[in-house]
């Protein structure tokens, strides 16, 4: 049986190499694309993203990729989203007040505040708490962590009924699926097992 393929987008503001090398080890087949003619026909797309919001959704538009996207997202055609891929699914953030972001999933991102026991950025592990039956997390047993690094998240009020929280002062989406939108705030190439679980899942109970 063939490995799937999935088109992993280049436009400048991702870290293509570890998801690339990350996305194989899952048992998927890579082709890595600055081209957005390719979005068209490709069966599956993972959308990376680190960096400013602003200088990712910039990124994106200039290297003509927003209507592609959301044209194959919209279709149905199985997205995954890593780190700010994930956040430019909402509508907007915190981080780039006036900057629409791909508003495939209604809600705003917001700022983690500094706290006691809780500085900004979050780095390091954080634990996943499952809700409903998302295809990324299915038969995940067992408590499972992940790493992260970021300010910013996706609040647990944006309507999502499959996916994982975490909490870091306030609960947020630590992965959701939405229909055929799946992402993962953490880096799952940094997160060892549980990272490259989730992969593995996504290739078997997404992409078939």
């Known amino acids: 049986m063939t490995s799937p393929e999935v088109l992993l987008l280049d436009y400048g503001a991702g870290n293509v190499r570890s998801a690339a090398k990350a996305l194989e080890r899952a048992g998927m087949r890579v082709r890595v694309s600055a081209d957005p003619d390719d979005v068209p026909h490709a069966s599956a797309l993972v959308v990376p993203g680190q960096g400013h919001f602003r200088q990712v959704m910039q990124a994106f538009e200039t290297g003509g990729f927003h209507g592609p996207v959301t044209d194959a997202a919209r279709a149905g055609v199985p997205l995954l989203g890593i780190c700010v891929g994930m956040q430019m699914l909402l509508s907007d953030s915190e981080e780039a007040p006036g900057v ?3 508003n495939l999933i209604p809600g705003t991102v917001r700022k983690f505040t500094a706290a006691p026991g809780h500085k900004v950025p979050q780095m390091g592990w954080n634990a996943l708490e499952r ?12 408590p499972a962590y992940a790493y992260f690094v970021h300010s910013y998240y996706v609040p647990a009020d944006v309507a999502v009924q499959h996916g994982a929280l975490a909490d870091y002062g306030v609960p947020f989406w630590a992965a959701l ?12 190439e940094k997160s060892g097992a549980v990272g490259l679980a989730l992969l593995e899942r996504f290739r078997r109970n997404v992409l078939g």
């Not at 809700?131 to 067992?142: A, K, M, Q």
């Not at 699926?177 to 799952?188: D, I, R």
């Open 100 to 102: 629409p972001g791909l």
């Open 131 to 142: 809700v409903g039956d998302s295809p990324l997390l299915r038969e995940l047993n067992g």
């Open 177 to 188: 699926s939405v229909g055929n939108l799946h992402a993962t705030q953490f880096h799952p």
